[in-house]
């Protein structure tokens, strides 16, 4: 009697080619696509692999095909794998098989599919999801597990997505290799935010297999630490399956995905499915809290004068006798003069001053002989610096280093005030003149032909006399409010100050505006020198806390997170100064950025280091308590913290009572809550709506209970549909029957 696995042999055999005749068989490269029309489409798989084997005879495909429909994987690893192939992202295939052979297709747990060969090179065939339409093949996995899409959770930063996945019975067996692997997206964008822990579940043989390919180290398998105590078998197997991952946004929306795959030695079989929703429960959504700013007293931290270099520079028009140095006697050289003398006396004369530099520039008109003019212009300059330092002792112009110098301006300077004045006409007549003319000479005889030379040229000769002054001192003192306050208005925002200077503006300044751009240009400033300044970086984060805005990397350069304490002093590295570290402020402000932007996770962290102060207690608390961290706890004080921020936050208002009892989503916590509604406002549409949630939760037996509260949440305040809508506690055909009862 021939057994059975005899058989599977023989099968083998002929399948290589060792049969018993000599038939000629020419061998063809078949090839072609496995299109998909499901959905009245049809597209190329792309999403799952199909086997195709490929038979040297008809008879022999026969056989084959009865092996494969009998699902059993110790047969299946008996066959030819050579003469196998499976097909690409594009469900394209190619195969070598005898041109009077046939193909076998088969897919996941489905009956396979023969289609004979009859000298055909190329087959294309088409599936409905399992269904054979035209010719050949099924679906690559048929997996039915088809796991019903759950509501996820999210607490704080904490995404908590869940589902379970209902093997069917013969889905796996000992052979094979199940892998789960859940990923999160955002539900706007469809980025892939993070990967979940995948779960591992292997079949018996498989184990044994892997150890020995593994060399006997599992430890070298990359999925070793997700492998699952329970093994695959071809029993019906319910896969539980949560994890809590952290996601940027709290506030956004995210959905989870798991691939499936089903894998063996011989094939890899994989499907996609949306285990979660976009539909997400909140149960914190509707905590109250209040946060708040501290700004850094400039008082308590005044900064040390420096040495501080200063620049003035000016133009004074003064007036000089016909061809001589000597100064027309008029009021206004007199004034001009005085000015710049008692700017140099002023400067003298000041404790902790030191002049150290002192210029006159003039400029002559272009008008007559060049270089008398020159020589003129440098004459006069000379006279005027002697006359003007004629004020300083000995001993401070032998320590003043002093350049008088002189030029001609050109007659172009001429050509812009006319312009500028909007006499282009006559701009235009003086630029063809220098155009035809080389040499400022020449260029003035010709210009004195001009007809309005006296009346319009002259006066602009006039303004081109004039002289420049550049007087450089450097202040060893500290310098008054007034003296600060008059160099930030020449110089506004584009000015360079010490950080004194910076400190006087911080109270100086009363507008709001002014104050945060002086805050943000020192701090920046502070930062490109490597020493971040406190005061000015808190207060600056402050302002941002004012406005409702964050912005969590301005203070990140001011915290150590390995100091777990505030107002750390800390010697740098040369000894020369001590730091102040994680100041109280700071630190406050930072953790208040972080709940704004939504960021428990950083929240918590620095709610640590915030001292024991009462100041602080319920800022703790809701930073906990956002971030989730309100029950359970794995050490002792981990669970009295819990209890601790439980027990503030409720006691904090009626509202948040209701809250952190619905937070709990156990039955005692719903109770406590419904108990705890009396205390809100019964006409409000937020109570309504705690209502309709905690109704929805005793689930379908009230429906319209649920629906009910709903609408009267609707009714009163329609913002709440857009809410609805988005959270995981209701269902699609609550929100919209409840729409309907409210005619929206």
């Known amino acids: ?121 190329k087959i294309d065939v088409s599936i409905d999801e399992g269904v054979m339409l035209e010719s050949v093949t099924v679906t690559a996995m048929r997996l039915v597990l088809q796991p019903e899409p759950k509501a996820p959770k999210i607490i704080g930063n904490m995404f908590i997505p869940y589902n379970t996945f209902k093997l069917p019975p013969y889905f796996g067996n000992r052979f094979s290799r199940l892998i789960i692997q859940p990923y999160v997206l955002d539900c706007e964008t469809n980025d892939t935010i993070a990967f979940g822990r995948p779960a591992v579940y292997d079949g018996k043989e498989y184990t044994l297999t892997q150890e020995r390919k593994m060399g006997y180290k599992m430890e070298r398998d990359p999925l070793h630490p997700y492998i699952q105590p329970e093994p695959l078998t071809t029993r019906a197997m319910n896969v539980e399956w949560t994890d809590t991952i952290t996601v940027p946004d709290p506030n956004r929306n995210y959905s989870c995905f798991a691939i499936v795959n089903l894998e063996d030695y011989n094939a890899c079989n994989t499907r996609t499915y949306r285990i979660n929703t976009c539909q997400t429960k909140r149960p914190m959504q509707f905590l109250q809290y209040n946060l708040f700013s501290e700004e850094m007293n400039p008082e308590l931290y005044k900064e040390k004068p420096q040495i501080e270099k200063r620049n003035t520079s000016d133009k004074i028009q003064l007036s000089f006798l016909i061809n001589s140095d000597k100064l027309t006697d008029t009021p206004e050289n007199a004034q001009n003069l005085n000015m710049l003398k008692n700017k140099l006396k002023e400067i003298s004369e000041s404790p902790g001053a030191v002049l150290k530099e002192f210029h006159v520039m003039g400029t002559a008109s272009p008008d007559g002989h060049y270089e008398n003019n020159l020589h003129l212009a440098q004459k006069r300059m000379q006279r005027i610096e002697k006359e003007i330092t004629s004020i300083l002792p000995q001993y401070i112009l032998d320590r003043v280093y002093r350049n008088p110098r002189a030029e001609v301006a050109p007659w172009e300077n001429v050509v812009k005030l006319l312009e500028h004045n909007g006499q282009n006409k006559e701009a235009q007549e003086v630029k063809d003149i220098l155009a035809k003319n080389k040499g400022i000479e020449a260029q003035g005889r010709a210009m004195k032909r001009l007809s309005y030379y006296p009346t319009l040229i002259v006066p602009y000769l006039e303004e081109l006399r004039v002289v420049n002054y550049d007087c450089r001192y450097e202040i060893y003192r500290e310098p008054s409010d007034e003296e600060v306050m008059t160099l930030y208005k020449q110089n506004g925002l584009k000015g360079h100050y010490t950080r004194y200077e910076y400190w006087k503006l911080f109270k100086l300044l009363k507008d709001e505006q002014e104050l945060n751009a002086i805050y943000r240009k020192a701090y920046e400033e502070s930062i490109e020198q490597k020493r971040p300044w406190a005061l000015a970086g808190n207060n600056l984060a402050a302002s941002y806390l004012k406005k409702d805005m964050t912005d969590t990397e301005i203070l990140e350069p001011l915290i150590d997170r390995s100091i777990h304490s505030t107002n750390y002093q800390r010697m740098n590295a040369d000894g020369s100064r001590t730091d102040l570290i994680n100041q109280t402020e700071v630190i406050s402000n930072q953790l208040c950025m972080y709940i704004k932007k939504g960021d428990f996770e950083n929240a918590s962290v620095l709610a640590k280091i915030l001292p024991n102060d009462s100041k602080y207690d319920l800022l703790k608390a809701y930073t906990w308590a956002m971030g989730g961290y309100f029950q359970g706890g794995t050490t002792p004080e981990e669970r009295e913290r819990a209890h601790n921020t439980f027990e503030m936050i409720k006691a904090s208002s009626p509202q948040n009572e209701v809250v952190m009892y619905m937070a709990l989503e156990n039955r005692a916590g719903n109770a406590a809550a419904k108990n705890a509604l009396a205390k809100l406002p019964q006409d409000s549409a937020l109570t309504w709506y705690f209502k309709a949630t905690l109704s929805a939760r005793e689930g379908e037996i009230e429906f319209m209970n649920t629906v009910t509260a709903l609408s009267e949440c609707f009714k009163r305040d329609k913002s709440f549909v857009a809410t609805a809508q988005n959270d995981g506690e209701f269902s699609e055909d609550i929100v919209q029957a409840a729409m309907d009862m409210s005619n929206l």
């Open 1 to 121: 009697m021939i057994t059975e696995k005899f058989k599977i042999w023989a099968l083998v055999l002929i399948a290589a080619g060792y049969t018993g005749t000599a038939c000629a068989q020419k061998m063809v490269k078949v090839s072609g696509i496995v299109y998909n029309i499901a959905e009245n489409r049809k597209v190329p798989f792309s999403d799952v692999a199909v086997d195709v084997y490929a038979a040297k005879t008809v008879a022999v495909g026969e056989d084959m095909k009865k092996i494969l429909d009998s699902n059993d994987q110790e047969k299946t690893l008996l066959l030819d794998q050579d003469a196998k192939t499976t097909t690409d992202e594009n469900g394209y295939y190619e195969i070598l098989v005898p041109d009077n052979g046939a193909l076998i297709f088969k897919v996941g747990l489905s009956p396979s599919v023969m289609k004979e060969v009859r000298q055909r090179m």
